[in-house]
């Protein structure tokens, strides 16, 4: 499995790559990372497009019309605050001694926070259902990487809208400008309360959000010292919400002089992102850890990343600097580079949890069948969608794979195929036949779906981007034990043993 580089070797050309070089392999490339792969026929549409307008395609989303989400589609009350005369009872009922009051409205708190609880399982299961879907799918995907960014976890704030408030946030400047969206960020309910600012107050300055901001969200460690931090927490004091919305109370801000980053000023919180947003090592953070999810592993200390790799690495930076910080600009850049498509990087990539099921309902059309065990399979392979495990959000990579996570691995596959499972949920959804030969239909236009070795081969390539002997050897055996024609079942059993290989795991 992939590692990360260890000399120039790996580091491809920058020069956009030809017409004549991007073909089905390719365009299966580009569909799995800028979002959790296709179908066969999509991915020859794709590939039929040439790599500029595929990128495009995939890129400049927003062109694709869906339905907007409106804020009243989660119960935004829930949690809601208790209002004057609400807190007035709470009060009368302590000096009084009022134990049954004080129960019922115990009792009240409680049953809120069990709706509440069964509402963030529901959003979960409407972003999984989004990601599924969407037509749009680079735009859940980088939703998806602003999530395990901006680390924020539903265990910690225990309030589901503000969850999907920040889930929105997150797809609304998807693909947009990097600034912005840390203006956004210094402002979001579920982070403020996440990192304790709510309460940061002159005087008494709170330094959680001050430190993972510069630390964990834009210019890592070592580029920021401890003063910084100081400085950067008194000017975030009165960053608050009020229900769902930002409040900025002037009283409890600290208005004094302040020195962050070498800048000097009676600063605030947008001042303080700003002189993030001017140091050259922020793009070079945000520049590895796009490359990171989207093209390859890095080493984690940047010094040991190889010479020609740095090169490479600080062309990407320059221009996201040189570009303010348009995200869209250096994606664009990185897909369509030739290094992108480089033996190195295909086929190299632990799958994630959620590409792992989401691309591959995506890709082989299978029944989604019950969500509920789908959410209990990515929290038992380690990414439980909105409980990130803490600040610094998911480590990927080989963190991905143990024996315990690969069992349940092959079990979910297994499961999104024939709908067995050992455990008992919706029996209806388990039992619907999944039907695996639409996949088969561009090989039947060319008169091979009958011909074993052809399907064979044809599958492996869909799947795992390539067709090994070994694996070759392996499906042809299966196929002549189950009759050595092509149906439905054989597919399926077919497509059972390629999800069960190594390569499977990889993207």
């Not at 029996?427 to 039947?444: C, H, N, Q, Y």
Request: net charge neutral; with cysteine.
């Amino acid at each position: 499995m992939a590692k990360p580089p260890q000399d120039d070797t790996f580091f491809g050309s920058m020069k956009t790559i030809s017409k004549e070089d991007f073909g089905y392999m390719q365009a299966r490339h580009l569909l799995n990372r800028a979002g959790f792969g296709g179908s066969p026929r999509q991915i020859s549409m794709l590939a039929a497009m040439g790599p500029e307008a595929a990128v495009d395609t995939l890129i400049n989303f927003e062109k694709t019309s869906v339905e907007p989400i409106e804020e009243d589609l989660f119960d935004k009350d829930i949690m809601r605050p208790p209002n004057p005369e609400e807190q007035e009872i709470v009060t009368r009922a302590r000096r009084a001694g009022d134990e049954t009051t004080l129960a019922r409205i115990r009792a009240e708190q409680q049953s809120r926070q069990r709706r509440d609880r069964a509402q963030i399982r529901a959003i979960q299961t409407w972003w999984l259902t989004r990601m599924i879907e969407s037509p749009r799918p680079l735009e859940e995907k980088m939703t998806l990487f602003w999530h395990g960014h901006f680390a924020t976890s539903y265990r910690t704030i225990e309030n589901s809208y503000h969850m999907f408030l920040q889930n929105q946030t997150f797809r609304s400047h998807a693909l947009g400008n990097f600034g912005d969206l840390l203006f956004a960020v210094i402002r979001d309910p579920a982070m403020i309360a996440y990192l304790d600012n709510n309460d940061s107050r002159k005087g008494r300055p709170n330094e959680n959000l001050a430190r993972e901001l510069m630390e964990l969200f834009s210019l890592g460690v070592g580029n920021y010292n401890e003063n910084d931090i100081k400085e950067g927490a008194r000017a975030l004091t009165g960053y608050t919400f009020e229900d769902d919305k930002f409040v900025f109370r002037r009283e409890n801000h600290d208005d004094g002089s302040k020195t962050i980053l070498g800048k000097r000023g009676t600063l605030d919180g947008d001042d303080f992102v700003i002189a993030i947003l001017q140091k050259r090592a922020c793009a070079d953070f945000m520049t590895r850890k796009l490359y990171r999810y989207f093209v390859a592993d890095l080493p984690e200390d940047a010094s040991e990343i190889p010479a020609k790799g740095k090169t490479y690495l600080n062309r990407i930076s320059s221009s996201m600097l040189s570009g303010k910080y348009e995200i869209k600009a250096v994606l664009q850049r990185l897909f369509l580079s030739e290094h992108f498509y480089s033996s190195a990087v295909m086929n190299e990539q632990i799958k994630s949890p959620v590409q792992l099921i989401v691309g591959s309902v995506r890709s082989m059309n299978t029944p989604t069948r019950d969500l509920s065990i789908l959410l209990d399979a990515l929290d038992l392979m380690g990414q439980h969608i909105m409980y990130p495990p803490s600040v610094a959000g998911w480590d990927g990579g080989r963190s991905w794979i143990n024996t315990s996570t690969m069992f349940v691995r092959q079990n979910i596959l297994s499961f999104l195929l024939t709908g067995r499972t050992t455990r008992g949920y919706d029996p209806t959804a388990r039992t619907e036949k999944f039907d695996p030969m639409p996949l088969l239909e561009e090989l039947a236009s060319a008169g091979g779906d009958k011909d074993v070795s052809r399907v064979i081969e044809y599958l492996l390539r869909f799947t795992i981007g390539s067709a090994p002997l070994h694996a070759q050897d392996a499906l042809q055996s299966l196929a002549k034990q189950s009759g050595g024609t092509v149906t439905p079942d054989i597919v399926t059993a077919l497509l059972l043993l390629i999800s069960a290989m190594p390569e499977y795991q990889l993207c």
